[in-house]
């Protein structure tokens, strides 16, 4: 069985991306779904991304209702909302991966797996280690607990709006209104505290050598074929390396952005660009700014630019940087995510989790050494950081940027000071 929904994104005139849930039987957008996304979602400018995700989180919850023979509509219309075992059989659902649900939802109703509404029985160190059933937790727990928010919302949203049809005050008013609050009161302890986020760190010197060796055309290592291929993600690398810019503004980038003359490179963001024919859209998330680059990448942009885009015929119906090497279409993500998975692969287990966000985390471990190296005081690294990130002055994201040049700072501080101890100690004895 497939899918009874599917998230499908419409480009409306003027350019603007908006994902929709689907049904499969009917072809038509879900009707809550679609009026929660654009009264409360879409309005806040959130990016076609995060909007996909909101989608995906009702997905579940509408395939949970589906495998646990829950008429949702019927519920929210007699106020018998969900009740407690049922939200924590959501809890447990919602760390499932979608196509887990969908294939529940092929079985008879008699034969599904009660997991879902029956918990497992883990041991409590297990409980405490926050490690379930490898079966129960196949999705990060960050990403369940954003569905849990999400469908708390959309849940809300969509009672709210029936109970504003009773009349204010009536016993059948007060009454849906207790139950309303209880449901979400129950689902919001459903969801887990934030854990802090991924301790991806930038790379080491060494290995930040080996993948400028490796990216050289002219290298054995060179995990590519063909001359445009190999110098296009030769400077997709050196932009991500040396300027620490997002995927999503690399790919955005087009050749008019790139001014030669004065050595500079303009971030601009551009949502729902009609001139974009990607359907996924990449997007700046952060502010728009002007970066400075050197005559080296400068030059390797040139040269890509001049001698090797140029020869692709599809390339002149755009203005995008970067190409495919078939017919000259902008750049996806998933060619991104191939370039780095195809570097992986080529270097072993060198890189690790190599990917276009570590270069950008190993753009501000470089940062970091240069500023101290200067001297320069800490109030204006910061602000220096923020503005070539794009980040808000006072934003304090750079501490999720630098863990590994912090680390590597403590740990050498933390030497220091034990051999000043046994130092100290020797002399005592003495």
Not at 157 to 182: G, M, V, W
Not at 199 to 209: F, I, L, P, T, V
Request: glycine share 6%; aromatic share 6%.
């Amino acid at each position: 069985m497939s899918c009874p929904f599917r998230i499908k994104t419409v480009i409306v005139g003027t350019g603007e991306r908006l994902p929709m849930l689907i049904e499969r039987a009917t072809g038509l957008p879900k009707f809550d779904a679609t009026v929660y996304i654009l009264s409360m979602v879409r309005g806040r400018n959130l990016a076609t991304n995060t909007i996909t995700h909101h989608l995906a989180a009702i997905e579940s919850l509408l395939l949970f209702c589906e495998i646990e023979g829950i008429d949702l509509d019927e519920r929210i219309k007699t106020g018998r909302l969900l009740t407690l075992e049922e939200i924590a059989a959501l809890s447990r659902a919602v760390r499932r991966p979608i196509d887990q649900l969908v294939a529940l939802c092929s079985k008879p109703i008699e034969t599904r797996d009660k997991s879902l509404v029956q918990a497992k029985i883990i041991s409590l160190e297990k409980f405490r280690q926050g490690n379930p059933s490898q079966f129960e937790a196949a999705v990060h727990q960050a990403t369940g607990a954003n569905r849990l928010r999400v469908i708390r919302s959309f849940l809300g949203f969509i009672s709210l709006r029936h109970q504003a049809k009773l009349t204010n005050p009536s016993e059948a008013y007060l009454c849906y209104d207790e139950a309303r609050r209880i449901m979400l009161d129950v689902i919001a302890g459903h969801i887990p505290p934030s854990k802090n986020k991924s301790q991806r760190e930038g790379m080491s010197d060494e290995h930040r050598a080996k993948l400028e060796s490796m990216i050289s055309p002219e290298s054995q290592e060179n995990p590519w074929f063909g001359d445009h291929v190999r110098r296009r993600n030769r400077l997709i690398v050196r932009f991500l390396l040396d300027l620490g810019i997002r995927r999503g503004e690399l790919l955005a980038l087009r050749v008019e952005d790139i001014k030669l003359q004065t050595l500079r490179l303009e971030i601009l963001r551009r949502p729902d660009d009609p001139r974009d024919p990607r359907v996924k859209q990449p997007t700046a998330k952060t502010q728009a700014r002007i970066l400075p680059i050197s005559t080296s990448l400068a030059e390797l942009a040139q040269d890509y630019i001049l001698n090797f885009r140029a020869t692709l015929r599809g390339a002149k119906r755009h203005g995008f940087l970067f190409v495919d090497s078939d017919h000259g279409r902008p750049l996806s993500e998933s060619a991104i995510n191939k370039l780095f998975r195809e570097l992986r692969e080529a270097a072993g287990d060198a890189f690790g989790d190599l990917s276009a966000h570590v270069l950008r985390h190993s753009w501000n471990d470089h940062f970091s050494q240069i500023m101290e190296k200067r001297k320069v005081p800490a109030s204006d690294e910061e602000k220096q950081r923020s503005y070539l990130m794009g980040w808000r002055d006072g934003s304090g994201r750079a501490a999720t940027y630098t863990k590994r040049y912090t680390r590597k700072r403590a740990e050498e501080a933390s030497l220091a000071m034990q051999s000043e101890i046994m130092q100290g100690t020797k002399s005592d004895d003495n």
